[in-house]
Each structure stands twice: as C-alpha cells, then as structure tokens.
C-alpha cells in the first residue's frame, strides 16, 4: 500500500477532530470522568455525549457509572482495544509527518 | 501534547490544596503523639503509685500507637483525600485517576526494565516538569525545609554552634536566587500572593520565636510543629481560591 492510500485507511473513528482529543486526552490519564473531560476538551455536554458513544460503540471507550461519596461519576478509560487503534492511527500520521518534513528540508 | 495532558492531570491531584491540608494536619497528630509519649516520659516520676501500672503501660504502648497511627495513614491517606475531594473538587470540576492508580497504569504502559539502570532511566524519565505534580511536590518541600532553616537560625539556644552554622550558610546561599525567583513570579502571576502571606507567617513566627527565646523549649516545639503549619495554611488557602475559581456548574 503507498503512502496515500494508507492515508485513505485511517480510522475515521479516531479522525474526527473532537474525538481525536477526547483519545489523545484519555491515552495520557488512566481514567477521567465525563466532567474533567468536557472542561479540557471545551465540548458541550451533548457534543461530548454523543462523541463518547460513538467512541464507545467502537469499543475504544469504557464508559463505567459509578459514585464517589454522593457524587455520581461517569468514568472514561480507553480500552486495550482503543490504545492499540490509537497507536496505530499515530504511527500512519507520524507517516505523513515524516513525508512532509524530509520535503521541507529538500 | 500528550505530555501536556498527562502534566495537567497529575498536576490536577494537588492544584486543590486538599493534599497539602490533609498531610499537614498528619504530620501535626503525629508530633502531637510524640509530644503525647514525652510528656508520659515526664510524668512518670511525678504520678502516685496507684496510677503508676497506668502510665508505664500507656508510656510502653505508645511507639506501637505511634507506628500504627503512621501505617494506617500511608495505607489509607489517598482514600481520606478521595473522600474529601468527592464532596469538594469532583462535583466542581471532575475525577481524574489518583496517584497510585496512575503508577500501576504507567508501568503496564511503559513495561520498563525490571534493573536498577530501569529505575533510573525511569526516574530520568520523570524528572521534575514547572507543571508536573511531582515538580510542585518537590517546590512545597523546598519550602518547607526553606522556613524550617529559617527558623533555625534564630533559634540558636538549643542548636549547636557548628551545626548553626551550617543552616545559615545553607539558608544565604540560595537566598538571593530565591527572592529573585519569588519577586519575578509576583510580577507575572498576581496569584503568587500567596507566598508573600507565606513569607509574612514565617518573618511572625520568628518574631514569636524571638519573644519566646527564653523558653527554649516552646521554640523547639514551634519549629518542629512549623513544616505541618505552613502545609495546612498553603492547602487552606489553595483550596479557598481553588473553590472560589470553580463554582458547581449548573445542570
């Protein structure tokens, strides 16, 4: 497969750009909570919703409702499964990446 | 930017003060308990001979007290955190993974070497980041031990000569770097204030401790008991602005 067609079959799931940050914010932290992630990701409540099910609906998100005291929590953590497509969604952007800066420096 | 994020949620653990307040009303039980188990020592040869049995065994059971008491709040001390934090930081501005949750999740990420060239290439790998949790740690205790010499000096009469010394040389030397430091940061960021009320509590308690210089053993027990002051004070008024900042958000 050449570069661009590799580039083609880059998860879509992972591609949306708001969904790209609610990965690369949960790769970072072994757990967040839904609230943690809408104040760092600045999306609304319905946007953050929706993307976390969609995410979810691919198995890359583990959504858990649990409590803390009195506080309910609804807790996200990536999925082996989400680390590994992330990973690999990185390393064909890291692809693009490298294309790109060895063009600049000719 | 994967690393700004981790940053930011390590640095999430402490940026309540709740941390800070909790070890620091630890480490104030803990001398308390100390000075609990002196001052059994000093009573002893003044108690009548009925209440003797007591003491003796109280005086005998106290370092396991003392031990237990330190055991049960490293065992516990993040759930005591967690429980105030669910009343407090949670509800305001959510629930990142505790400390320790985050080291198990690392070392199954990084898989690191099982050696001692691992451990430190680990540590290496860790070293203290402006933003980091462990950074701030690390500034709280240079605080500490900073106010700790500080205190030190002027408490001259039960510290010997060579060792005085020592402090004060160990205080001058990075002194000027320091205020340069803090009067830079006040300059950038308003709410540096906080270590100027820092600064003002250790110049009162050196005052204190200048009017108390013929007691010298009350200026002991106030330059032992200052470390857990001084985190409690900074964690109450972390947590004053922290709360102040983030209001509950409307649903």
Redesign the interface.
């Known amino acids: 497969m050449t570069a661009p067609q590799e580039l083609a079959a880059l998860d879509r799931v992972i591609h949306e750009p708001a969904r790209l940050m609610i990965m690369t914010l949960l790769w970072a932290i072994p757990e967040a909570d839904f609230l943690y992630l809408q104040r760092e990701t600045g999306l609304t409540q319905g946007n953050l919703s929706s993307h976390l099910a969609r995410l979810e609906q691919a198995r890359y998100v583990l959504i858990e409702k649990t409590f803390k005291g009195k506080y309910p929590l609804t807790i996200c953590s990536l999925t082996s499964k989400g680390r590994e497509a992330f990973q690999a969604y990185a390393q064909k952007m890291r692809v693009v990446s490298d294309v790109t800066s060895a063009k600049k420096r000719k | 930017?994967?690393?700004q994020?981790?940053h930011?949620?390590k640095e999430?653990w402490l940026s309540d003060g709740i941390p800070a307040l909790v070890f620091g009303a630890a480490y104030i039980v803990l001398f308390l308990e100390i000075c609990a188990c002196f001052a059994l020592l000093y009573l002893i040869p003044h108690v009548g001979s009925n209440w003797l049995w007591f003491f003796n065994s109280a005086f005998v059971a106290s370092p396991v007290a003392i031990f237990l008491s330190v055991a049960w709040f490293g065992l516990w001390q993040e759930d005591i955190i967690?429980?105030i934090?669910?009343?407090t930081t949670?509800?305001r501005?959510?629930?990142?993974?505790p400390p320790s949750?985050?080291t198990?999740?690392e070392e199954e990420k990084d898989d690191p070497p099982n050696t001692l060239l691992g451990a430190v290439l680990r540590w290496i790998g860790h070293l203290p980041v402006f933003e980091s949790g462990l950074g701030r740690r690390l500034r709280t205790w240079l605080w500490i031990l900073f106010w700790t010499w500080l205190l030190g000096i002027f408490q001259p009469s039960w510290l010997p000569t060579k060792l005085r010394w020592v402090f004060i040389v160990a205080w001058a030397l990075p002194s000027p770097a320091s205020f340069r430091e803090f009067r830079r940061k006040v300059a950038t960021h308003k709410r540096e204030w906080t270590k100027g009320f820092g600064f003002t509590f250790g110049v009162l308690v050196v005052v204190i401790g200048f009017l108390w210089k013929q007691h010298p053993t009350f200026g002991m027990v106030l330059f032992l008991l200052s470390p857990g002051i001084f985190l409690m004070l900074g964690g109450a008024i972390e947590l004053t602005r922290y709360l102040r900042r983030n209001p509950v958000?409307r649903t």
């Open positions: 930017m994967i690393e994020a981790d930011r949620a999430y967690e429980f934090k669910s009343r949670y509800p501005t959510g629930y990142v993974a949750y985050w198990e999740k958000p």
